[in-house]
């Protein structure tokens, strides 16, 4: 999320202050009002679509609840701007956590749906209440005024708009580089990886719908008092849409996006408006042709928005080293060697017709390294995704340090200690490796939003820094701490996952085939890393195809075929098991 170093934030805010000095003509000040104002409802939908995938047309509504509020309580209760502020963030607040209760549990193209359906209703109600004026909305407040200082329409209001901006954007760069912000970036692609991290995804959801209200509330604040009246339309679906647009232009992951696509949406609608009739000779609103074929071309040539050329300027820039003195993560009371730390009863999972998982029973010792093999389908990797908790079993049972763990969520078990890696790699490309493996450190940290916000999260935050790092170099990964993890080969984002769990503290460790894509040399130092992890009394449950580090350093195997235990043993037992030579050369015994 660093593509502006912090002094770079405080230059842009002296050239506020600075601007808000400049005797700029009206006009450009209005222009530049205008833009400050929606760019603050944009931010919040870069959050909202952007940065956690959550798709909304509706966020116009809550511009409205912002903007009504206000002016109801000026024009009938003489209230000061900063009351009606609190209140509208408050009623806002209120009904977005209402609202998203409800919609945000919907999947895929639902949610874009649902976001239309409400902003509509909020938008009829606004319109079709007598004490809201219907249609024609209410008239007649008076311009701003803080803490007894009269700020009007120009200049002061330049400064008010844009320094809220400006502490809005500060306070999400700082969100997003966070361990709240971690999890709410894992929110677009990463759900199931970050539920086995043990992060609570739909409560971040929550978080970020509002968040993003709030950011819309208050720019409709501002809204009223600088039109100084208010009306329906200014917050039906044409807004809503509009502000999606913005997110767009300017570059829909990118928070310093919400400015430039604000910015270049407002002035060329400008002056659109103004040459294209006399250029066309007739009048209509053409501005919204031109628009709706940037938007196609901006989204085939330029998905990332117009940001990313000020980025690929810039560079992509590291995070700061502030974790060499850090103290440690506090540790788990890791169980006894020896003891059974993991025991499958009779587990079975139907998926229709077909018994992937059929009432496998074996147990894992507490410091072993027990290896599930079998052949292509045999039902290894749903079997770690029924004691993960990723899948509801059909029956049976998962105890896990004595304690029964089947039917709790993924991200429960994975805070008792039982960490995993996938078979197809999960993870958030456009972090670096380090943020990406400090996820997993999810549960051993507690600093939430407003700790972050308020960079209350120094030391928690470079103690898992300081963590991840210590794991990546753990995996052999100390070349690339800083790299983005799209840009790893396939086998490092394998041990890059594995540096993910161990980066929670596990006592179990399932590894899904964590060899494939491997070359030799990296095979070698993984079942060293395997032995050590083991020595240091760590459990781990190996699904893997390559025999030679299988027979390597598993202590004993299990080996399934379409779903059913096949046999059990160590490993030269089992690779003299006819049964399974047949099981795996498919001939008949
Ligand atoms: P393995 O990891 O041993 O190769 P899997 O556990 O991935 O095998 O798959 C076991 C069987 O269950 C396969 O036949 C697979 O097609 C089926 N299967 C796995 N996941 C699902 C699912 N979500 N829905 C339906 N069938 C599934
Ligand atoms: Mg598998």
Redesign the pocket.
């Known amino acids: 999320m660093r593509h502006l170093r912090s002094h770079s934030l405080w230059l842009i805010l002296a050239a506020i202050v600075a601007t808000s000095l400049l005797p700029l003509p009206a006009f450009w000040i209005a222009q530049l009002n205008y833009i400050g104002l929606f760019a603050l409802t944009t931010l919040g939908l870069v959050l909202l679509t952007g940065v956690a995938g959550l798709t909304s047309f509706g966020q116009a509504a809550f511009v409205g609840i912002g903007a009504y509020t206000a002016a109801w309580c000026a024009l009938n209760l003489a209230w000061p701007p900063l009351v009606t502020l609190l209140l509208g963030v408050l009623i806002t607040t209120a009904s977005a956590w209402v609202i998203g209760r409800i919609t945000l549990r919907l999947s895929g193209h639902y949610l874009p749906l649902a976001t239309i359906a409400w902003g509509l209703s909020l938008y009829y109600l606004m319109g079709n209440i007598d004490a809201l004026g219907k249609y024609d909305g209410l008239i007649g407040l008076k311009s701003l005024t803080l803490l007894g200082q009269e700020i009007g329409q120009g200049r002061g209001f330049f400064a008010v708009c844009w320094i809220l901006l400006w502490l809005a954007t500060a306070a999400l760069t700082l969100l997003l580089d966070s361990r709240p912000g971690r999890a709410i970036r894992a929110l677009k692609d990463g759900r199931q990886m970050a539920e086995a991290m043990g992060v609570d995804t739909f409560r971040y959801k929550v978080t970020v719908f509002l968040i993003s209200a709030i950011l819309a509330s208050v720019s409709g604040w501002l809204l009223a008092y600088y039109q100084r009246a208010v009306n329906p339309s200014a917050f039906g679906l044409k807004w809503g849409i509009e502000f999606l647009f913005m997110a767009v232009v300017g570059g829909v992951n990118q928070l310093w996006g919400a400015w430039l696509g604000a910015g270049v949406v407002r002035l060329l609608d400008e002056q659109l408006q103004t040459w294209l009739p006399s250029l066309l000779g007739a009048s209509g609103s053409f501005e919204i042709i031109i628009f709706g074929v940037l938007l196609v071309l901006i989204l085939k040539y330029r998905p990332e928005g117009l940001w990313s050329w000020v980025r690929q300027f810039l560079g992509n820039q590291q995070l700061e080293r502030t974790w060499d003195l850090a103290p440690p993560l506090p540790q788990r009371v890791k169980p006894e060697r020896g003891d059974t730390v993991l025991e499958i009863r009779s587990v079975r999972k139907s ?1 229709g017709g ?1 018994v ?1 998982v059929n009432d496998i029973s074996f147990q894992v010792k507490a410091g072993q390294i027990m290896g599930l093999i ?1 052949p ?7 079997t770690f995704n029924l004691i993960t908790g990723t899948l509801p079993l059909t029956s049976g049972e998962v105890i896990f340090n004595h304690h029964p763990v089947h039917g709790l969520h993924a991200r429960d078990i994975a805070k008792l200690g039982l960490m995993r890696t996938f ?1 197809h790699v999960k993870m958030i490309s456009d972090m670096s490796v380090l943020e990406n493996v400090a996820l997993g450190a999810h549960t051993r940290g507690s600093c939430d939003v407003w700790s972050s916000v308020l960079r209350r999260n120094r030391s928690e935050e470079s103690a898992i820094m300081a963590e991840a790092e210590r794991q990546i170099k753990r995996v052999g990964l100390g070349d690339w701490v800083h790299e983005q993890a799209a840009n790893l080969p396939m086998g490092k984002q394998r041990l890059m996952e594995i540096a993910r769990a161990l980066c929670a503290d596990p006592s179990v460790l399932l590894l899904d085939e964590p060899a494939a894509g491997l070359r030799h040399a990296e095979k070698r130092e993984l079942s060293q890393v395997l032995r050590q992890l083991q020595s240091e009394g760590l459990s781990i449950l190996l ?1 893997e195809h390559d025999m030679d580090l299988v027979m390597d350093v598993c202590d004993r195997i299990v080996v399934m075929e379409f ?1 059913t235990y096949l046999t059990e043993g160590t490993p030269s037992e089992v690779q003299q098991d006819p049964k399974v030579r047949a099981a795996y050369l498919g001939t008949e015994h």
Do not use: M, P, Y
Not at 376 to 382: D, H, I, L, Q, V
């Open positions: 998926f077909l992937a079998g292509n389908g045999a039902g290894k990797s749903t078979q699904v779903g």
